[in-house]
């Protein structure tokens, strides 16, 4: 077998391609060179982090989950009227009353997502974090990218199979034990990423983790067998039910009443919980808001209260509600003065739209870059249209305003199929670290690097851009 680490840039490029599954990745393939088997631009390389950045990566993860600990009491003493009812008035917008019901079980009370992902921007002045995602895709993905640039020996973060043994490490602590029958639940909604999770079942398979990819209705449930899949021609019980669907989806998900009354039963442990006030943007606007500071004072660790201050744009709930004259909105200014209504910043400059408006979550436009306005990317006219129908859909789907933070410079190559030599590219980097917590500890077992042309606003897949795994520069 021939040296890996001795190959070209462009036979490191044409060897990835071709270890690569091509039938693994969904994107629009219409734009890509017939003999790229991927929707992206293949680097030569991974994305290079720093040892010390490498060590923020590792300890973001902890941080994220003491915010998500922190979260969900904030959520329940809300309830409870210990902290200020707004606060889960705000969380239940949209939510229907069995939603609702579910996420305040004490049968759940402690439950936390256990796949943490966060979107990271490095910019000129640390990094940002533009989202959290606790129902991510990419697991397989990354996966895949992590073994595929392992062979030539760079430092891959995670290693090689970090991705696929944290995420078994995760499942047999949710499972209770070694082999846990698993059942990854993948719905129409979240159909793109089927290949990627049947990829993920297999690989866990391979490490005696018995696991499958499912549709939700080809799974089957009474109170004395439990929730039951096939496996192997055989239908065996299911000891984790890992939910690959969005919680707004449930009305379109076969037999989700069942799992949510097998879960409440614990006949089956399903992950993540049925929490959906967790996988809201808005959770953002609270770490900042001044009548919670007590609180994170009191509940969330100074180094995690440090960290996410630095890393979390300021973002502001955009709640039409009227406000009284002496009332302004906290942190938000227009013109040098404070704010009292969101439709002031209509005539906001394009140099003052560097702000960005998209659904908080619970919708079919919260995931995927989808519902993103990026207000000194588009019109004035469009920019104030934006600010009204986020403003008109606040009773259903409540948006929030962030403010847009500027991806530093990134110089990368990529292999260029016409010219069959690789070439450089000026871009800004997403970086999607993947964290699977287990005891009650975040495990970072892979990053992905998502390189976008420099010009670009939204930083997501697309096939300009440059996607890598992120490797720790070794030896510097």
Known sequence: MDDASALTPEQRCLRVNETL?????????????????????ISPEPYWITPEEHAQFEALGHHILSFYEACNLLYSQSVRGVQPDWVAEYLDIGKDDTVRMYSRMNRFKRQLPLVIRPDVI???DGMVISELD?????VGFTANLSRAYSEFGDCIVGGA??????????VRAVGGHTHPRTAITVSDEAGDYRPEMEWLAEALRDICVPAAAVHPRDLRYDDETGVMMQLADEWVRVDVLYRFFELFDLRNVPKSDLFLYAARKNDVAMTPPPKPYLEEKMLFSFLHHPALQAFWKQWLPAEAREALGAAFPRTWVMDPTDLPPHAY???????????QDFRALKDATQRERELVI?????????????????GHDIPADEWADSIDNALEA??????????????KRARVRYYDFDKKETVAMNGRARLTPYYFVVDGK????????TVCPADKKVLHGMVDAVVAPCAVSCGS
């Open 161 to 170: 199979e970090g991705m696929v043994h944290g995420f078994a490490e995760m």
């Open 21 to 41: 599954p091509a039938d693994l990745y969904t994107g629009e393939q219409r734009d890509t060179h017939p003999d790229s088997r991927v929707p992206w631009r």
């Open 134 to 138: 606790s129902v991510p895709g990419g």
């Open 394 to 407: 606040y009773s259903t789907t409540p948006h929030i305003l962030q403010e847009f933070h500027k991806g």
């Open 122 to 124: 490095p910019t000129d």
């Open 358 to 374: 998209k659904p908080s979550g619970y919708s079919e436009m919260a995931w995927g870059s989808r519902g993103v306005v990026i």
């Open 442 to 449: 975040a495990k970072l077992c892979g990053i992905q690097a």
């Open 329 to 339: 909105i906290h942190g938000l200014t227009h013109h040098g003065g404070p704010v």
